[in-house]
């Protein structure tokens, strides 16, 4: 859990990417790579100014709120600004799709296979001379916390557990 600074809007937007990429240049394998990681996305408003954070370090978000909320101007009517009022409250619900269908569940191998096959047409092909394909994947999945404009709390979704 979060501890977020008063007299501004904190939200933060936690994503856990899976991608793959996979290149073929002239027939041969350039680049063939899964990469999983989680990122966090941090804003804050101080009801004049936004301020914007990154980090794929977890452990690092307090700081990071901390910091942005170090550089704002604290305004105790923020939250009736009326863009902040047009934000939603949420609490509780959560999204989830089914992770079956997922491009995390189908092998490297697989994709790599459907690559090669569309890269023997090109290769096969007399007038195209030099050529690269390249198959990209990416899912990311989501959660969040959203505040809760009366109380200043946050809850984290347990989306991604």
């Not at 996305?41 to 954070?53: A, E, K, Q, V």
């Not at 007399?126 to 050529?131: G, S």
Request: hydrophobic share 35%; aromatic share 12%.
């Amino acid at each position: 859990m979060f501890t977020f600074p008063k007299n501004c809007y904190v939200d933060v937007r936690i994503e856990k990417i899976f991608k793959t990429v996979i290149k073929i240049n002239m027939d041969q394998l350039d680049e063939c790579k899964e990469t999983e990681y989680i990122a966090a996305f941090i804003r804050l408003f101080d009801g004049t100014m936004w301020y914007y954070s990154s980090t794929t370090d977890v452990n690092a978000i307090q700081g990071e709120i901390d910091s942005l909320y170090k550089v704002c101007t604290p305004n105790p009517s923020c939250l009736e600004h009326p863009i902040v009022k047009k934000f939603e409250i949420h609490d509780k619900s959560v999204r989830s799709f089914p992770l079956k269908n997922s491009v995390k569940n189908i092998s490297l191998q697989k994709k790599k296979n459907l690559l090669q096959a569309y890269s023997s047409i090109i290769k096969n092909t007399d007038t195209v001379k030099n050529w690269s394909s390249f198959y990209v994947d990416t899912s990311r999945r989501k959660k969040s916390s959203f505040p809760v404009k009366e109380v200043m709390s946050c809850m984290i979704l347990k989306a991604l557990e």
